[in-house]
T-cell receptor
Framework: AQSVTQLGSHVSVSEGALVLLRCNYS??????LFWYVQYPNQGLQLLLK??????LVKGINGFEAEFKKSETSFHLTKPSAHMSDAAEYFC??????????FGTGTSLTVIP | EAGVTQSPTHLIKTRGQQATLRCSPI?????VYWYQQALGLGLQFLLW???????NRGNFPPRFSGRQFPNYSSELNVNALELEDSALYLC????????????FGQGTRLTVV
């Protein structure tokens, strides 16, 4: 079975500071992993994805994530937070049968 | 290329009524997923359709139902609406041939009064 755990439902960072959003997963098959961002009253937009190959994945808006199999983690980072990064972030895993499992989300606040 | 489209954008219904929400997936995508996003509750998985068949269902009562049409568009029906059904309903589509990302629509905001 697949599942996703996002540690911290709310994260606050200062503008210009490092952003770190945590995601751990469980999967009975090699996982495909995703990070999505949601702005208020909108759908989810794909930030980045890991399927196979390089474990450090770069996405849009300066975000990146590293797949660590030994830690079953796929944490999202950005070196320098911008005000426009304030949003809800969801980690997801796609497992056997192509069903997606989403975490409960992390709300990111950027303090000026 | 058109993305996932959902209609209507907003829907206001009275308790006890029925609501019908529609989703058109990206061309070529055969899988459609429905999620409920109520305030403060994250994404709750509702239904997954692929090739016209229901593949999986979340922990929701039977009054939540749907179908997928031959052109892969989908419809979500909610019968006997309750106040707590008020939420943003999101539809997503993906390719089934490989394990690829899901693309989301902008959602339908359902308000039950």
């Amino acid at each position: 079975a697949q599942s996703v755990t996002q540690l911290g439902s709310h994260v606050s960072v200062s503008e210009g500071a490092l952003v770190l959003l945590r995601c751990n997963y469980s999967s009975s098959v090699p996982p495909y992993l995703f990070w999505y961002v949601q702005y208020p009253n909108q759908g989810l937009q794909l930030l980045l994805k890991y399927t196979t190959g390089a474990t450090l994945v770069k996405g849009i808006n300066g975000f990146e994530a590293e797949f660590k199999k030994s830690e079953t983690s796929f944490h999202l980072t950005k070196p320098s937070a911008h005000m426009s990064d304030a949003a809800e972030y969801f980690c997801a895993v796609s497992g056997a049968g192509n069903q997606f499992y989403f975490g409960t989300g992390t709300s990111l606040t950027v303090i000026p | 290329e058109a993305g996932v489209t959902q209609s209507p954008t907003h829907l206001i219904k009275t308790r006890g009524q029925q609501a019908t929400l529609r989703c058109s997936p990206i061309s070529g995508h055969t899988s459609v997923y429905w999620y409920q996003q109520a305030l403060g509750l994250g994404l709750q998985f509702l239904l997954w359709y692929d090739e016209g068949e229901e593949r999986n269902r979340g922990n929701f009562p039977p009054r939540f139902s749907g179908r997928q049409f031959p052109n892969y568009s989908s419809e979500l029906n909610v019968n006997a609406l309750e106040l707590e059904d008020s939420a943003l309903y999101l539809c997503a589509s993906s390719l089934v041939q490989g394990r690829t990302e899901a693309f989301f629509g902008q959602g339908t905001r359902l308000t039950v009064v």
